[in-house]
T-cell receptor, first 118, second 113 residues
């Protein structure tokens, strides 16, 4: 498996523009997580999905942020309009549940999308 | 609300030294705990996962322990090497499988040759 795939790897945009980050989880994983990492705040959970259904979006900072998971192999995180304080690295991660399978509940991260909002 | 703390924030050691990284969490009702490694500009790589019923896990030169009652975990690195230089993050999963991980801010390790 190619692992968790995120795109774009780098995005530079101007304040007010719409940004869409994409994620393809590992095939067979039923949980998908979006995290944001900054030097000041570390890794923060934004939202996560189980079986394509959003479970907890309490970490989404504002209404400007939205996330979707239309199917088991694709998710998007959208920021509209973007602001300079949204500059961060956004990580997508996936895992599969279970209690006995090897690798169950191990969170696997993508390489991240580095967003810079000018 | 679960909070995860890692001390120290940074650590520098000479090659060959054995070292311990610390992680503490405020709510002992965790489902599991996972240690990750992050290289500069890269994503996170899972190192070890300890289920709440386990006391420790080992992988090569790494050994992670878990003491739920005291809200602590340690990551022991034996015979450190320059290639071990990275940021190490601890994360706890609360409640049941499928819930999110709560991360500490990490310990940045530098091993000099």
């Amino acid at each position: 498996d190619a692992g968790v795939i995120q795109s774009p790897r780098h995005e530079v945009t101007e304040m007010g523009q719409e940004v869409t980050l994409r994620c393809k989880p590992i095939s067979g994983h039923n949980s998908l997580f979006w995290y944001r990492q900054t030097m000041m705040r570390g890794l923060e959970l934004l939202i996560y999905f189980n079986n394509n259904v959003p479970i907890d979006d309490s970490g989404m900072p504002e209404d400007r942020f939205s996330a979707k998971m239309p199917n088991a192999s694709f998710s998007t995180l959208k920021i509209q309009p973007s602001e300079p304080r949204d500059s961060a690295v956004y990580f997508c991660a996936s895992s599969f549940g279970g209690t006995t399978s090897s690798g169950a509940n191990v969170l696997t991260f993508g390489a991240g999308s580095r967003l810079t909002v000018l | 609300k679960q909070e995860v703390t890692q001390i120290p924030a940074a650590l520098s050691v000479p090659e060959g030294e054995n070292l311990v990284l610390n992680c503490s969490f405020t709510d002992s009702a965790i489902y599991n705990l996972q240690w990750f490694r992050q290289d500069p500009g890269k994503g996170l790589t899972s190192l070890l996962l300890i289920q709440s019923s386990q006391r420790e896990q080992t992988s090569g030169r790494l050994n992670a322990s878990l003491d739920k009652s005291s809200g602590r975990s340690t990551l022991y690195i034996a015979a450190s090497q320059p290639g071990d230089s990275a940021t190490y993050l601890c994360a706890v999963r609360v409640h049941q499988a499928g819930t999110a991980l709560i991360f500490g801010k990490g310990t940045t390790l530098s091993v000099s040759s």
